[in-house]
């Protein structure tokens, strides 16, 4: 398979994964969103915000590579605390509009790879 055409396959998964998600989203009572999630110490609407900003410290690195500039190496634990930070009071639509326009983004750039 050439690069391009796993590339674009990349994509098109990563789509489908990330509108799952936002469906999942959509059937949260949303009386839950500030229960602790499955993953210890993080609550629902945290791990929300996780996945929906996870990709920015790479798209960072993308956008880098692009630009002809060395791409900065930031350390990925304080760049997802920073992330969910911001977006810890965040309403869930906001956040699931977060994650399509990454998403969108992501892939536009993967295109120009």
Same mark, same amino acid.
């Given at each position: 398979?050439?690069?391009?055409a796993? =590339?674009?396959?990349a994509?098109?998964h990563?789509?489908?994964v990330t509108? *799952?998600l936002v469906?999942?989203a959509?059937?949260v @009572?949303?009386a839950?969103?500030d229960?602790?999630s499955? &993953?210890p110490g993080w609550? &629902?609407?945290?791990?929300?915000a996780?996945?929906?900003?996870? *990709?920015?410290?790479?798209?960072?690195?993308y956008?880098? $590579?692009i630009d002809?500039i @060395?791409?900065v190496?930031p350390? @990925?634990?304080?760049a997802?605390?920073?992330n969910i930070?911001?977006?810890r &009071?965040?309403?869930?639509?906001? =956040? $699931?509009?977060?994650?399509r326009r990454m998403?969108?983004?992501?892939t536009?750039?993967?295109?120009?790879?």
């Open positions: 398979m050439r690069e391009g796993i =590339i674009a396959a994509c098109a990563w789509e489908r509108e *799952y469906e999942l959509a059937s @009572d949303p839950r969103w229960e602790p499955a &993953n609550t &629902n609407r945290e791990l929300l996780h996945l929906a900003t996870g *990709y920015m410290t790479r798209f960072a690195r956008r880098a $590579v002809g @060395d791409p190496q350390d @990925d634990l304080t997802n605390e920073e930070g911001k977006w &009071n965040a309403t869930p639509e906001a =956040i $699931v509009a977060e994650l998403r969108e983004e992501l536009r750039v993967n295109g120009v790879l």
